[in-house]
């Protein structure tokens, strides 16, 4: 009876693993300038969501770095303009800009860097988005957040 109880024990335990929502994503960068996906979706179950940013490139970050910057889509371009001046050491962000929402440092090959974000801080409503403020490369490294 008892190994009957813990068998069965042990099978919820193993399905509700199977449901629970994956709270994190793994998304590479390259040396041509492109991100591992264009879509990152975040259950609405998960409290906090991280991403974890790789470089799977050979170029250092100063030559060819990424980071990955969440926002709403609308403030994308914006924040990478305005970050243009805070150089590599500030991760091309501006100092306390309160429309990006999460990011990573800036990396190069072989590297790797994580955010974590607030899923509280999502609206179902709102479009959201994810972007390298790397000068020049939003243009090609840009996809999209949903709250799913």
């Known amino acids: 009876m008892f190994a009957k109880f813990v068998a069965v024990s042990l099978l919820t335990i193993a399905s509700a693993q199977v449901m629970a929502a994956e709270c994190k994503v793994t998304v590479d960068s390259t040396d041509q300038m492109s991100f591992s996906t264009k879509a990152i979706e975040i259950d609405k179950s998960c409290k906090t969501f991280t991403v974890e940013l790789t470089h799977s490139g050979n170029l250092p970050k100063n030559v060819m770095g990424h980071n990955l910057v969440i926002s709403k889509e609308a403030d994308m371009q914006p924040i990478a303009t305005d970050g243009l001046g805070a150089g590599i050491d500030k991760d091309y962000l501006k100092e306390g800009d309160a429309r990006v929402l999460a990011h990573t440092k800036v990396i ?41």
């Open 108 to 148: 190069g090959a072989k590297e790797t860097s994580s955010l974590t974000l607030d899923v509280s801080k999502l609206s179902a409503d709102e479009k959201y988005g994810f972007f390298c403020s790397f000068p020049g490369h939003i243009s090609m490294m840009k996809g999209s957040v949903t709250l799913k």
